[in-house]
């Protein structure tokens, strides 16, 4: 399949035409037009220290000025050529307005505007990543950014560097004013093909996405099939492979297995207080996983063995607001999600009424406040959890009612045939996104949903299509 790419040439349209004169003249008319592909309400994207150019036919034409423009911003008119070359620094602003004028020969004059926006941060927490694990055969990973205002960006990483990702990109975080991207295969897949790209482990600016370092799979050769990255500092970046759990020192590149941390599942990391979590089930038996940086050992911490309902099996955990870890389980035919205190060892639950759907990023569910959103298939579910009171037992008077679904996507959109990994909740607005596709043949016909519940159950408050190549999942600056 053929990956579509975004140009960064992607100019506005035509807004305005005037004329300085009612007369007649006996000079013909002037005519101007660019030539550069438009894409209508969308801006072009220009990355700072990178022009780019608008080319332009003109006839019957004395000049061309192009001006108007914002703090930071420069353009400058080739005639001969029949160009224009646009830049921006560093710290320009983010939005402006390029206004064109090409005066006539007969004074006559035309006038055209084109919408700029500079790639200088992607770091506003009104922002929202989709990272894409690409095709494993055919390309690499990639990085969809969706801007504040709803632009959307196809391949952020590569659009700033030039470079790509490695080969089936899993997952990132962010620490410290930077964002670990973690691929399955680097540059190599698992048949062998060898792919052009950044590497197994690329580190970027979270502002610019600038890359600032890149791990290759010979300098990370111990690591099998790596999945899932969580970062405290440079020296403390825990990477979970087929085999368990290793702490990279970024600056030495030296790898240390984390004893006891063997069969960690596929599933993303809850970084809180200056550690990481996980979790293990053995033997029906499920336990919270601590890694703290004062040692390369983990501690476990057992679950209650008497709980309202049974955890056999962990399906995901994240960290709650309060301190405390989600826990999303199933023991017995019956599905629950809880919130773990770590200092009592108690928990406290609800019931829901599926068994969630979990993708390979392992991303059971996500949750915002007492807000907690899964799915089944393409159905999003939601419940408001009770943090008041004790638990039942028996689990009477369960607060089952609040669990409801929200909507099935798939009746909205014929092409959105399987939701791809996970849901993501927004920290700021609150909006919850999936990614949907319309079959693992046919990925490239995708969709990028948003909903703000508050206002609508049926109606998506954003929907982009035909962006994503396999999604990794969701991401989001103000979640650092």
Same mark, same amino acid.
């Given at each position: 399949?053929?990956?579509?790419?975004?140009s960064?040439l992607?100019?506005?349209?035509?807004?305005?035409?005037g004329?300085?004169?009612?007369?007649?003249?006996? =000079?013909?008319?002037?005519?101007?037009?660019?030539? @550069?592909?438009?894409?209508?309400?969308e801006?072009?994207?220009?990355?700072?220290g990178k022009?780019?150019?608008?080319a332009y036919? =003109?006839?019957n034409v004395?000049s061309?000025?192009?001006?108007?423009?914002?703090?930071?911003?420069?353009a400058?008119?080739?005639? @001969?050529?029949g160009?224009?070359?646009?830049?921006?620094?560093d710290d320009?602003?983010?939005r402006?307005?390029?206004?064109?004028?090409a005066?006539?020969?007969?004074?006559?004059?035309?006038a055209k505007e084109?919408?700029l926006?500079?790639l200088?941060?992607f770091?506003?927490p009104?922002?929202?990543?989709?990272? +894409?694990?690409g !095709?494993?055969t055919t390309? !690499?990973?990639?990085?969809?950014?969706?801007?504040?205002?709803?632009?959307v960006l196809?391949?952020a990483?590569r659009t700033v560097n030039g @470079?790509?990702?490695?080969?089936?990109?899993?997952?990132m975080?962010?620490?410290?004013g930077?964002i670990?991207?973690?691929?399955?295969?680097? +540059?190599?897949?698992p048949n062998g093909?060898?792919?052009?790209n950044?590497?197994m482990?690329?580190?970027?600016?979270?502002r610019t996405?600038?890359?600032? =370092?890149?791990?290759t799979?010979?300098?990370?050769?111990?690591?099998?099939?790596?999945?899932?990255?969580?970062?405290?500092?440079?020296?403390?970046?825990?990477i979970r492979d087929?085999r368990g759990?290793?702490r990279?020192?970024a600056?030495?590149?030296?790898?240390t297995?984390i004893?006891?941390?063997?069969g960690?599942?596929?599933?993303r990391?809850?970084?809180?207080?200056g550690?990481?979590y996980?979790y293990l089930?053995k033997?029906t038996?499920?336990?919270?996983?601590?890694?703290?940086?004062?040692?390369?050992?983990?501690?476990?911490?057992s679950?209650?063995? @008497?709980?309202?309902y049974?955890? +056999?099996d962990?399906?995901g955990?994240?960290a709650?607001d309060?301190?405390r870890?989600?826990?999303?389980?199933?023991?017995?035919?019956?599905?629950?999600?809880?919130?773990?205190?770590l200092s009592?060892?108690?928990?406290?639950q609800?019931?829901i009424?599926?068994?969630?759907?979990?993708?390979?990023n392992?991303v059971?569910?996500?949750a915002?406040?007492?807000?907690?959103?899964?799915?089944?298939?393409t159905t999003i579910?939601?419940?408001?959890f009770?943090d008041?009171?004790?638990?039942?037992?028996?689990?009477?008077g369960?607060?089952?009612?609040?669990?409801e679904?929200?909507i099935?996507?798939?009746?909205l959109d014929?092409?959105?045939?399987l939701?791809? +990994?996970?849901?993501?909740?927004?920290?700021?607005?609150?909006?919850?996104?999936?990614?949907t596709?319309?079959?693992f043949?046919?990925?490239?016909?995708?969709?990028?949903?948003g909903?703000?519940?508050?206002v609508?159950f049926?109606?998506p408050a954003v929907k982009y299509? !035909?962006?994503t190549?396999?999604p990794?999942?969701?991401y989001?600056?103000?979640?650092?």
């Amino acid at each position: 399949m053929l990956r579509k790419t975004w140009s960064l040439l992607l100019p506005v349209v035509v807004l305005t035409l005037g004329s300085c004169s009612d007369e007649k003249e006996t =000079a013909p008319a002037p005519t101007f037009e660019l030539t @550069t592909e438009i894409t209508a309400g969308e801006p072009q994207f220009v990355v700072p220290g990178k022009s780019i150019e608008l080319a332009y036919t =003109a006839a019957n034409v004395a000049s061309v000025e192009a001006g108007g423009l914002g703090e930071g911003w420069s353009a400058e008119v080739d005639p @001969t050529a029949g160009r224009i070359e646009i830049a921006a620094t560093d710290d320009a602003v983010t939005r402006t307005t390029l206004k064109i004028t090409a005066a006539g020969t007969n004074g006559e004059s035309l006038a055209k505007e084109v919408e700029l926006y500079c790639l200088n941060a992607f770091d506003d927490p009104q922002g929202v990543f989709v990272l +894409n694990e690409g !095709n494993m055969t055919t390309e !690499n990973g990639s990085l969809t950014w969706i801007s504040p205002e709803g632009y959307v960006l196809d391949d952020a990483y590569r659009t700033v560097n030039g @470079t790509e990702l490695g080969n089936v990109a899993q997952d990132m975080a962010f620490c410290d004013g930077k964002i670990y991207i973690i691929s399955q295969n680097g +540059n190599k897949n698992p048949n062998g093909t060898t792919f052009e790209n950044d590497g197994m482990l690329v580190v970027a600016d979270a502002r610019t996405l600038k890359r600032t =370092a890149a791990f290759t799979n010979e300098e990370l050769e111990d690591l099998d099939w790596p999945t899932h990255i969580a970062v405290l500092d440079e020296r403390h970046v825990y990477i979970r492979d087929n085999r368990g759990i290793y702490r990279l020192d970024a600056g030495t590149k030296q790898l240390t297995f984390i004893t006891g941390t063997d069969g960690a599942p596929k599933s993303r990391f809850v970084t809180m207080n200056g550690k990481v979590y996980t979790y293990l089930v053995k033997n029906t038996l499920g336990k919270i996983l601590e890694i703290d940086p004062a040692s390369d050992a983990a501690v476990t911490y057992s679950l209650p063995y @008497t709980t309202t309902y049974f955890i +056999n099996d962990i399906k995901g955990i994240q960290a709650a607001d309060d301190g405390r870890i989600w826990i999303m389980a199933f023991g017995f035919g019956e599905s629950s999600i809880g919130k773990f205190d770590l200092s009592t060892r108690k928990i406290k639950q609800h019931l829901i009424g599926i068994e969630v759907s979990v993708g390979s990023n392992g991303v059971a569910f996500v949750a915002r406040g007492n807000d907690v959103y899964y799915a089944d298939g393409t159905t999003i579910y939601h419940l408001l959890f009770d943090d008041e009171g004790e638990d039942e037992v028996n689990g009477e008077g369960d607060p089952l009612s609040s669990d409801e679904p929200m909507i099935d996507v798939a009746a909205l959109d014929d092409n959105a045939g399987l939701s791809y +990994n996970g849901l993501g909740v927004h920290p700021v607005t609150g909006r919850v996104y999936i990614n949907t596709i319309k079959s693992f043949a046919l990925y490239t016909q995708n969709q990028i949903w948003g909903f703000d519940f508050a206002v609508s159950f049926e109606n998506p408050a954003v929907k982009y299509e !035909n962006y994503t190549n396999f999604p990794a999942g969701f991401y989001f600056p103000a979640g650092n």
